[in-house]
């Protein structure tokens, strides 16, 4: 088996053009890209890519999408794209991206939000902030799966689950809207007996979503007792 070896993080690469290799629907209103990279260097789960469009004018629109693959792919990457309606860059890659396209990309970006190894780990993640947790949770298990990490996951409704068919005993999800037909599980926004429920209780936890999804678990996590140092947010969005 391979054991994590942290790299060292260093100035992201330079811009350089990506083939499309796979997309994958995950959800209504979420796709997964994979990318082939011809100047490819290893991430740690948790840091991000940018991706440039740039339109025949010569306007360009960047944004920011974090790895959702383990570094083990040596290669190539895999982004996992929520489409906001009224997005720039995000409906262009539901609606125009095809496999065998190329699109410009740089990273992986230097970051805290990032997993050494350290244990043990709690994973509390809403909507497209599973993202970055997912290739936490991905590299745990292809390097020490018998390592003390839980996911603790909030979505709107089943429509809205990323990564439905990979989610085992380590994942607890909670439906804030609609739960699916005959759901026996958790509803409503994460709180303290969710995380409590999640059994970690000590080690690093990682919050990923909206602000206020992030400030909200944040809040969470110290009523769990964990100490500021040991938190690591990452925000994606304005709203939630
Ligand atoms: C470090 C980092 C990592 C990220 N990783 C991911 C990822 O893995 N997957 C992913 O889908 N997104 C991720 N994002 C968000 C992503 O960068 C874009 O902000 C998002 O795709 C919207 O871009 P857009 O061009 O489609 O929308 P825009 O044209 O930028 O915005 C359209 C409208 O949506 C609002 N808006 C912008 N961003 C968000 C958001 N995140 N949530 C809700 N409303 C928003 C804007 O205020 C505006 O009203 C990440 C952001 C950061 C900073």
Redesign the pocket.
Known sequence: MERLTPVLQRAPGRWQVANVTAIKRETPRVKSFRFELPMWMPHMPGQ?YDVRLTAPDGYV?Q????V?SSPIDKGQIE????R?E??????YFHDVVMEGDQVELRGPFTSYFVWRGEAPVLLIGGG?GV??LMAILRHRRRVMPDLAMRLVYSVRSADDLIYADELGDEAVVTFTREPPHGWMGHTGRIDQALISEAGIDSGIVFICG?NPFVDAASDLALGAGFRANQIRT??????G
């Open positions: 991000h629109a944004r920011s999408y974090s959702a982004l996992t794209i929520d906001l009224d997005g720039e860059v995000s409906p497209s993202v970055p909206s990452e925000r994606f969005g304005p709203t």
